[in-house]
């Protein structure tokens, strides 16, 4: 069975930008997950908030060209209504935004792994493996 890698905003912008502190190892980590053919994942909510993030800090054509990268390397976990209750249900439990709580909860569902840079999201549970 071909491994399932659920990205986070912050792995995709520390990839994207090469001023991020983390951009070689966003790198080598994206670099090790095609070179082993894992799938890529990304659910609806980090896409918005992948692609509102560099729109942001790097303007409209980098967001453009991203989220063009996105759809072409990725796929997509949309997320639904039952999924969206049980989340809110349970956020912030461990201080997480909903994005990170939904996206560790789907990737926990789907027994995926997460590439994440987000130290917070890392140490809030041991269901995920982290990459």
Not at 48 to 74: C, S, V
Request: glycine share 2%; aromatic share 14%; with cysteine.
């Amino acid at each position: 069975m071909q491994m399932k890698v659920f990205v986070d905003t912050s792995a995709i912008y520390a990839y994207l930008s090469k001023t991020d502190d983390f951009h070689q190892e966003a790198v080598e980590k994206f670099k090790k997950c095609l070179d082993n053919e894992w799938e890529l994942w990304i659910i609806s909510e980090v896409l918005i908030e992948t692609l509102a993030l560099i729109w942001r800090r790097m303007g409209k054509d980098k967001a453009k060209e991203a989220g063009k990268w996105i759809f072409e390397n990725f796929r997509i976990y949309w997320v639904i209504g039952d999924e969206f209750k049980e989340t809110l249900e349970k956020a912030n439990k461990d201080k997480l935004s909903f994005v990170d709580s939904f996206l560790l909860y789907i990737a926990s569902n789907e027994r995926a792994s997460v590439l994440t840079f987000d130290e917070k999201m890392k140490s809030a549970t041991t269901n995920v493996i982290f990459i």
